[in-house]
């Protein structure tokens, strides 16, 4: 195994997760067999209880692990599932020194940082199989928590021979407009914290607003102790799948393959959409802290080369009249009703289901969204004041989306959800029947709620059954998929498609609900 090792520095957010699926594209496409890993120094064991509004959307694989959104990127862009082993935490590898130092594994010796941690962190990153690694190291230089990462890797290169490791530091530079300059400083201090942890970069990536000139790459250069052919400038993109062609034709792959003696073949076949149609689509959700909050659904629709959608607040959908409802909505020519917990914002994405259902605007529920339109129905169409999911309303009369019985016993909140793949049966004569073309399909799970069809069972009906009900439109032991057979589109899902979604292969679900916007 040869080793990339993606460090950052100066701030986080710089596209660092970006860069490494796209490094581990370009030479996945020079014919090498890559592996990627997140590192997140954070003390969370997984992702599963981040607030997303803090730290973007939770990605979950299809083994159930609740990930960092990078593992969403890195799929998307390699075209490859990942899974629980793709992802090391410093929550995880403190727990397992911890429950190994309480079996009594260590035998007596006093457990430290350097051997006993650093030592948990390298046998995590040998498990890994293939060519080569790409491993991306969370945060920037410098931070306490991501330290003892940095330091494992050194020992790592050591044992293993530092040409085994290829490392490329991602910066960004500033421009000064009242000097019109670009500043490099806070760069230079950064490879500087870098090289006292022990490594020295082989490139340094170089992000920034604009384009720099060829000075201040030289000054990055003499500073980093490499050559300037190895400073790489990436200004801004609008579109983040420009990058694995642009770094492909900056002969990247073939610069990591000469340091890191491999073979590779030249090839490289990498199709994304380059216009987008301008159509007016409302994510309709409540996690505004950051654009992230919704990622791969918001991929999933541009990687369609159709125009982000906008996200709409659901607060502010709250305790409006039907008349200022229809201003702000009128405008979009679809709504998809976003996942989500916690009771905040919900009688906004009800009422915005109404409206939609009776407007007849193409609508997608995810999730939470899709229990939304079974409440959203219960109430308006069957007549069940107060229906709602006991997740918010406990002592409702009408508990339409309840609980699942497993989940009840259940006290601890991190990664004890129904997470994952799970296997489903579609029914036919279903628009859902028609997105799929097949009777069985497997989709991502991360739930505790699901629809009481037990309880009301006489809101539900067959394909083809006479009445104004919601259609059953996929099962398992639960109900998987709802639609309305006479609205162009009123389909909600309990699962994410989203979380399928790759780069030349978006998951037909959006592309269904598209193309009914599209006529
Ligand atoms: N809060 C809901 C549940 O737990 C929906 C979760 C989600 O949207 N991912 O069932």
Redesign the pocket.
């Known amino acids: 195994m040869k080793y990339v090792i993606v460090t950052g520095g100066v701030l986080s957010g710089i596209g660092k997760g970006i860069l490494s699926a796209s490094t581990a594209r370009i030479l996945k496409e020079a014919g090498l067999d890559v592996s990627v890993l997140k590192i997140d120094p954070y003390l969370n064991v997984d992702a599963g209880t981040m607030n997303p509004n803090q730290h973007g959307e939770v990605f979950v694989t299809d083994d159930g692990y609740e990930a960092d959104l990078d593992l969403g990127h890195y799929e998307r862009f390699l075209g490859v599932n990942m899974s629980m082993k793709n992802n090391i935490t410093a929550g995880q590898i403190y727990l397992s020194v911890i429950e190994k130092e309480r079996e009594g594994k260590y035998l007596g010796s006093t457990v430290q940082m350097v051997p006993h941690v650093t030592e948990e962190i390298k046998e995590r990153i040998k498990s890994l199989k293939g060519e080569v690694l790409v491993a991306e190291i969370g945060g920037t230089v410098g931070d306490i928590e991501g330290q003892i990462f940095l330091e494992a890797i050194r020992e790592l290169a050591l044992e293993k021979g530092r040409e085994e490791f290829f490392f490329i530091h991602v910066t960004y530079v500033p421009y000064l407009k009242t000097t019109n300059e670009f500043k490099t400083k806070p760069t230079q201090q950064s490879i500087q914290l870098l090289m006292r942890s022990g490594i020295s970069p082989d490139m340094i990536v170089v992000r920034s607003e604009n384009e720099m000139n060829s000075h201040s790459l030289k000054k990055v250069a003499l500073f980093g102790g490499v050559k300037e052919s190895d400073v790489v400038n990436l200004p801004d993109t609008k579109n983040v799948y420009e990058i694995p062609e642009i770094l492909h034709s900056l002969k990247i792959h073939e610069r990591i393959a000469e340091k890191l003696n491999l073979k590779i073949r030249d090839n490289f076949k990498w199709e994304y959409p380059k216009f987008f149609k301008k159509k007016r689509i409302a994510l309709i959700g409540k996690y505004l802290g950051t654009d992230d909050a919704y990622k791969s659904i918001i991929e999933s629709i541009f990687l369609l080369g159709v125009e982000k959608p906008e996200i709409v607040d659901s607060m502010i959908l709250e305790d409006i009249s039907e008349s200022e409802m229809k201003s702000i909505l009128s405008e979009y020519e679809g709504l998809i009703i976003?996942?989500?917990?916690?009771k905040r914002g919900i009688e906004g994405k009800i009422n915005a289901v109404k409206y939609a259902r009776e407007n007849n605007i193409p609508v997608l529920g995810?999730?939470?969204?899709?229990?939304m339109m079974v409440i959203e129905f219960a109430r308006n169409v069957m007549g069940y004041n107060g229906a709602n999911?006991t997740?918010f309303d406990p002592n409702t009369k009408y508990p339409v989306?309840d609980?699942?019985e497993e989940q009840k016993k259940i006290l601890k909140l991190g990664g004890t959800?129904?997470l994952g793949s799970q296997d489903m049966e579609i029914i036919e004569g279903t628009k859902l029947f028609e997105i799929y073309k097949r009777k069985y399909a497997s989709e991502r799970?991360?739930?505790?709620?699901?629809v009481n069809i037990q309880e009301f069972p006489e809101m539900f009906k067959n394909p083809g059954e006479p009445g104004y009900k919601l259609v059953v439109s996929a099962k398992s032991k639960f109900v998987e998929a709802i639609e309305i057979d006479s609205h162009p589109f009123f389909v909600g899902v309990?699962f994410?498609p989203e979380y399928k979604s790759k780069v030349g292969d978006v998951h037909p679900i959006f592309k269904a609900f598209l193309e009914v916007i599209d006529k």
Not at 338 to 342: H, L, N, V
Not at 366 to 371: E, K, R, S, T
Not at 445 to 450: A, G, I, L, M, S
């Open positions: 976003a996942p989500g917990f916690g995810i999730c939470l969204g899709m229990q999911s997740e989306i609980m699942m959800m129904r799970h991360r739930h505790r709620y699901e309990q994410h």
